[in-house]
């Protein structure tokens, strides 16, 4: 049985900024293969089909 390597790759920030490969690969996607992407990690993290919540909060301004 092989083993998966794990890779590390640790970057500056400042070098991120200037890194347009992960732009240009969402660009050459399409949008529904962009969207399908955003469903899948967002199915990752809440672990179900359901939707997103939507939350609401109201805040009172000090008069001035």
Do not use: C, F
Not at 4 to 21: E, F, G, Q, R
């Amino acid at each position: 049985m092989s083993e998966i390597a794990k890779v590390v790759t640790k970057k500056k920030l400042s070098d991120l900024k200037n890194d347009k490969s992960d732009l240009e690969y969402w660009l050459s996607k399409t949008h529904q293969e962009r969207i399908e992407a955003v469903e899948k990690l967002r199915r990752q993290y809440g672990g179900s089909d359901q939707r997103l919540q939507r939350v609401v909060r109201v805040t009172k301004r000090k008069k001035s």
